[in-house]
């Protein structure tokens, strides 16, 4: 069964700083990988995709990499800045049972402070 | 953003009643799931569906059903709502290729 862990639980940073988050799995033969972004009381938002053939992805001050032999991937936050603050999730995909099953660890609870 | 919505947001409901939770997207996904996440936990799949009238059990074991009779449509249903049923419900859709996931607001369940 896939597992997925997330170092660190809690990070708190004053703002400016870049941030390595770390996603691990138990399970290499993935489909594909996402961060989400969920804010207190809210729902997901997708971040990145990194699809099982690729190495990273980027969008403006996040880039994600991934490295499917030894389960791990890191999102990196360049600059970052008090609206960063959240609870940031790593998601990867497996093939089940004929169908593709994501499994999420719980997540890295930022604080950017001023 | 996405187009993706579920109603209620909050619900407060005597053990024994029945509920749907409601879920539906416009974007003409055809795969749709249902999580539950507790707080600080991760999200556990209870169900999901890859078109009309496909739908099957996730990894965590749950009491509810869901039904998909309309492409944009995937409710869920608890029949006898516990207290153990109190939780957050996270709705999510995705495109068949693309597997990107999108996700709505969630609905907080309070069961006394």
């Known amino acids: 069964k896939q597992e997925v862990t997330q170092i660190p639980a809690a990070l708190s940073v004053p703002e400016g700083e870049n941030l390595v988050l770390n996603c691990s799995f138990t399970?290499?033969?993935?489909?594909?990988l996402q961060w989400f972004r969920q804010d207190p009381g809210k729902g997901l938002t997708s971040l990145l995709l990194?699809?099982?053939?690729?190495r990273e992805q980027t969008s403006g001050r996040l880039n994600a990499s991934l490295d499917k032999s030894s389960g791990r991937s890191t999102l990196y936050i360049a600059a970052s800045q008090p609206g960063d603050s959240a609870t940031y999730l790593c998601a990867v995909s497996l093939l089940s049972g004929g169908s593709y099953i994501p499994t999420f660890g719980r997540g890295t609870s930022l604080i950017v402070h001023p | 953003e996405a187009d993706i919505y579920q109603t209620p947001r909050y619900l407060v409901i005597g053990t024994g009643k029945k509920i749907t939770l409601e879920c539906s997207q416009t974007m003409g996904h055809d795969k749709m799931y249902w999580y539950q996440q507790d707080p600080g936990m991760e999200l556990h799949l209870i169900h999901y569906?890859?078109?009309?009238?496909?739908?099957e059990k996730g990894d965590l074991s749950s009491e509810s059903t869901v039904s998909r009779i309309r492409t944009e449509h995937f409710p869920l249903t608890l029949e006898s709502a516990r207290p153990s049923h109190t939780s957050q419900y996270l709705c999510?859709?995705?495109?068949?290729?693309?597997?990107?996931?999108?996700f709505g607001p969630g609905t907080r369940l309070l069961v006394l």
């Open positions: 399970d290499s033969a993935i489909y594909n």
């Open positions: 569906s890859y078109g009309v009238n496909s739908t």
């Open positions: 999510a859709s995705s495109e068949a290729h693309q597997e990107t996931q999108y």
């Open positions: 990194i699809q099982s053939s690729q």
